[in-house]
C-alpha cells in the first residue's frame, strides 16, 4: 500500500514570521513540522510505503503514485485543504480528511472526502489501515472513547526533513484542566490531561539527537495541566542531557499558574526550557472572568510574567480583544500591558468564536455571529464575532491601529528594555555555533537594520544598550521577531479592505492602461472582482503571445499593486510558448516575496512545462 500523507499550506499569518524566514533564515521554510503525520506514519502498518509532503516546504505533487492519500488540517487550512481532497478525488485517489478541523466538524468533509477521520488517531488509524487493505474502508472513523497517550508511537521524524524548520515539535501530554470559554482544545481533547510515559519522551529525543535536532517545542495544549507528571519530566528532560552532554533547547505552552509555583519554574530552568507560550488574553479581570480564564486573576499579569522573567525564561504571549466586557478603552489598555510586560511575540487577535465551542453555542444563540466569515486565523482585520460595547468597523479599526502601534521602531525597543530589565540569564546559551550567529546578526544588519534608516538602527542600539552580553542575543532575537511583525503588519493591515479597494481601482486602470494593446489583440483578458469580506482580486489572463516587454512590465506593476493594496492577483495561464517559460519564471520571482496573494492557475495541458511551486504561491487546482 502506498499512502501519500499531504500537511496543506497555511495561509501567512503572524506565526509564520515570514519576514524572518526569508530575509534573516534563508536556509528555514517555516516554523514547526506537521508532528500529527509524522504520528499517523508510525501508525502504519510496517509494510506500508508512506511519503509525507508538507506544502509549508514543498510543492505538492500533482500526479503522485499513491494509492491512498491523506489530508489533514486546522481551520486555517480548511480552504486549501479542500481544494486538495476534490484535485485528487476527481483524479480518481482514494481521499482520507483528517486532523483538528475534521475532528471537530466532520459533517463538513461528507461530500469532500471517501473517508473522514475525526478526533484523535492512535486507535481508529489502525483501524482504518486493517479496512482498507481487505478493501472495506469505512465512511467515518470517530473516536468516542479515551485515548493513552502510552499508545502512541514516536513519530516518523524520518519521513521530514527537519532541516528547513525553525524548531521541531514533539508532545508530552494532551488536554487541560481549565475550561476558557473559546477554546477547542477541550473539546477535542477533554480537561483531564493525558502524557505519555517517559520512555516514550526518551525514544523521541532519541531520534532528535540522532537528527541533530536542538530547537525542540512540547506542542502541549498546556504543559503543566498536570503539574506532578510535568515535574517529573522537567526532572527526567534535565538529566537526560546531562547523561548524553547535548543541549536542546525547549519552549512550550503553559498557562499563567505556572508563575505561581517556584519549584516548577526552577524545575523549567535546569531543564533548559528557553521560551513559554502563554495565553494571558486580557489585562481586564471583567473579561477574563466572562472567558472563565480564572487562573489569569490570581496574580497581577504584569508581577507573574516579570516573575518568570527572574528565571531566565522567556515569555511569548496570546491576547485577545473583543470579548463582552471590552470597550474602546481596552486596546490602550492591551497596548500598555504589552509594552509593559516586554513580550516581543504578542500574538494579538480578535475574539473569534471557533464552532463547537461554548463561546460559538452562545453566540449562536444570542444571534451575534457574523453568518459569511469563515476564517478561523483571529489575526485577519475581521472576525466572526459581533461586539457588545462598540460597533464592529470601530473594534477592526481600533485592532488595526494597535497592531500598528505595536510594531513601531520605538515600541520594539521599549518592550526589549522593559524585557531586559527582568529577565535573568537565560538557561540555555544559544544552541547555534558561533559562526552561525555571525551570520544571522550580518544578515539583520545589512538586510534590515541599515535599509531601516537612522530610526531604526537608533532604536537598535538603544535597545543594545541596556543588555547585559549574556541578553545580547535575546536583544537580536527579539529585533528579528519585531521586524518581521512589522512587516506582517505593513503588509496585511494595509487599511480595511473596503477603503483598499480605491486605491485597487486605480492600480487596475492604470494596469488596463498600460496593457491595452495586448487586451486588443486577444493575447490577455484582465478583470477586478471584489468580495464582501475579502481582499479584491486582480484577474489577469494570459490567453496568447506575450513579449518579453509585457513580462518586466508586469512584474512592475503587479509589484505596484502588492505592495500598495491588500488586493490579491490571479494569473490565468492558458497559453505559453516554450521560448516565454523563462520570460514568467522572471516575473514570478519577482512576486514571490508576495506569493500568499499571488494565485496561480495553469491549464492542465501546460502543467507538464510549467511548475509552479505551491509552497510560494497558491497553485490553483480546478482549472
Ligand atoms: S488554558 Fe489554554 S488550553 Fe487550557 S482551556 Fe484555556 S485556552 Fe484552552
Redesign the pocket.
Known amino acids: 500500500m502506498r499512502l501519500l500523507l499531504v500537511n496543506p499550506k497555511c495561509p501567512e499569518s503572524y506565526w509564520s514570521f515570514k519576514w524572518a524566514v526569508d530575509t534573516v533564515l534563508p536556509d528555514i521554510r517555516t516554523t514547526t513540522p506537521p508532528l500529527g503525520l509524522a504520528t499517523l506514519a508510525a501508525l502504519c502498518p510496517e509494510s506500508w510505503e508512506v511519503t509525507i509532503v508538507d506544502e509549508n516546504v514543498e510543492s505538492v505533487p500533482l500526479a503522485p503514485s499513491a494509492d491512498v492519500i491523506g489530508i489533514c488540517g486546522m481551520g486555517v487550512q480548511f480552504a486549501r485543504q479542500r481544494e486538495l481532497l476534490t484535485f485528487y478525488r476527481k483524479k480518481g485517489y482514494f481521499v482520507v480528511a483528517g486532523g483538528s478541523y475534521a475532528s471537530l466538524c466532520p459533517e463538513l468533509y461528507d461530500s469532500l472526502a471517501d473517508t473522514v477521520v475525526a478526533g484523535e488517531a492512535e486507535y481508529i488509524w489502525r483501524e482504518f489501515c486493517r479496512d482498507v487493505a481487505i478493501g472495506k474502508p469505512k465512511k467515518l472513523y470517530r473516536e468516542t472513547g479515551v485515548v493513552s497517550l502510552t499508545d502512541s508511537p514516536a513519530p516518523r521524524f524520518d519521513l521530514l526533513d527537519l532541516t528547513k524548520y525553525q524548531t521541531v515539535s514533539l508532545q508530552f501530554s494532551r488536554g487541560?484542566?481549565?475550561?476558557?470559554e473559546?477554546?477547542?482544545?477541550?473539546v477535542m481533547f477533554g480537561?483531564k490531561p493525558r502524557t505519555k510515559s517517559l520512555e516514550q519522551v526518551r525514544k523521541e529525543l532519541d531520534l532528535l539527537r540522532a537528527a541533530n535536532v536542538r530547537n525542540a517545542f512540547f506542542v502541549d495544549?498546556?504543559f503543566i495541566?498536570n503539574k506532578r507528571a510535568a515535574k517529573e519530566l522537567l526532572r527526567f528532560l534535565r538529566d537526560y542531557q546531562r547523561e548524553h552532554d547535548y543541549r536542546f533547547r525547549f519552549g512550550t505552552?503553559a498557562?499563567l499558574n505556572l508563575a505561581h509555583d517556584d519549584e516548577l519554574l526552577a524545575l523549567f530552568r535546569e531543564a533548559e526550557f528557553a521560551w513559554v507560550f502563554i495565553?494571558i488574553e486580557s489585562p481586564d479581570e471583567d473579561s477574563l472572568r466572562e472567558t472563565r480564564?480564572f487562573?489569569n486573576t490570581r496574580q497581577d499579569i504584569l508581577s507573574s510574567v516579570r516573575h518568570i522573567y527572574s528565571y531566565g525564561i522567556d515569555v511569548l504571549g496570546g491576547f485577545i480583544v473583543g470579548f463582552d466586557h471590552d470597550t474602546i478603552d481596552t486596546f490602550e489598555r492591551q497596548y500598555q500591558l504589552i509594552t509593559t510586560s516586554g513580550i516581543q511575540t504578542a500574538m494579538v487577535g480578535l475574539l473569534t468564536a471557533v464552532p463547537k465551542t461554548p463561546l460559538y453555542e452562545r453566540l449562536a444563540k444570542e444571534g451575534r455571529l457574523v453568518a459569511d466569515w469563515n476564517s478561523s486565523d483571529n489575526t485577519q482585520l475581521g472576525t466572526n464575532v459581533i461586539p457588545k460595547q462598540m460597533g464592529y468597523d470601530e473594534m477592526v479599526s481600533r485592532y488595526q491601529t494597535l497592531q500598528h502601534r505595536l510594531v513601531t521602531h520605538r515600541n520594539i525597543a521599549d518592550r526589549i528594555k522593559n524585557k531586559i530589565r527582568y529577565l535573568t540569564k537565560p538557561p540555555v546559551k544559544s544552541v547555534m555555533t558561533p559562526r552561525e550567529q555571525l551570520r544571522i546578526f550580518v544578515r539583520l544588519v545589512v538586510g534590515a537594520l541599515l535599509p531601516g534608516g537612522i530610526g531604526r538602527l537608533f532604536q537598535f542600539f538603544r535597545s543594545l544598550a541596556f543588555a547585559r552580553p549574556r541578553l545580547i542575543p535575546v536583544v537580536v532575537e527579539d529585533w528579528i521577531v519585531g521586524l518581521s511583525m512589522r512587516d506582517y503588519a505593513e503588509r496585511h493591515y494595509v487599511a480595511p479592505v473596503e477603503r483598499a479597494r480605491e486605491p485597487a481601482r486605480g492600480y487596475l486602470r492604470s494596469f488596463e492602461k498600460a496593457f491595452r494593446h495586448y487586451v486588443h489583440e486577444g493575447a490577455l483578458e484582465i478583470s477586478f472582482d471584489e468580495v464582501r469580506h475579502a481582499a479584491a482580486n486582480l484577474s489577469i489572463s494570459m490567453k496568447g503571445w506575450l513579449d518579453r516587454r509585457f513580462f518586466t512590465r508586469a512584474a512592475r506593476h503587479l509589484e505596484q499593486v502588492l505592495e500598495g493594496t491588500t488586493s490579491c492577483i490571479t494569473l490565468h495561464i492558458e497559453e505559453l510558448h516554450e521560448t516565454q517559460r523563462r520570460h514568467l519564471k522572471r516575473l514570478l520571482d519577482r512576486l514571490s516575496r508576495y506569493g500568499d496573494r499571488v494565485h496561480v492557475a495553469v491549464r492542465e495541458e501546460l502543467r507538464g512545462i510549467i511548475e509552479i511551486d505551491s509552497s510560494v504561491f497558491n497553485l490553483v487546482l480546478d482549472f
Request: hydrophobic share 20%; charged share 30%; aromatic share 10%.
Open positions: 487541560c484542566p481549565f475550561r476558557c473559546f477554546c477547542d482544545i477541550i480537561r495544549d498546556n495541566g505552552e498557562s495565553g480564564k487562573q
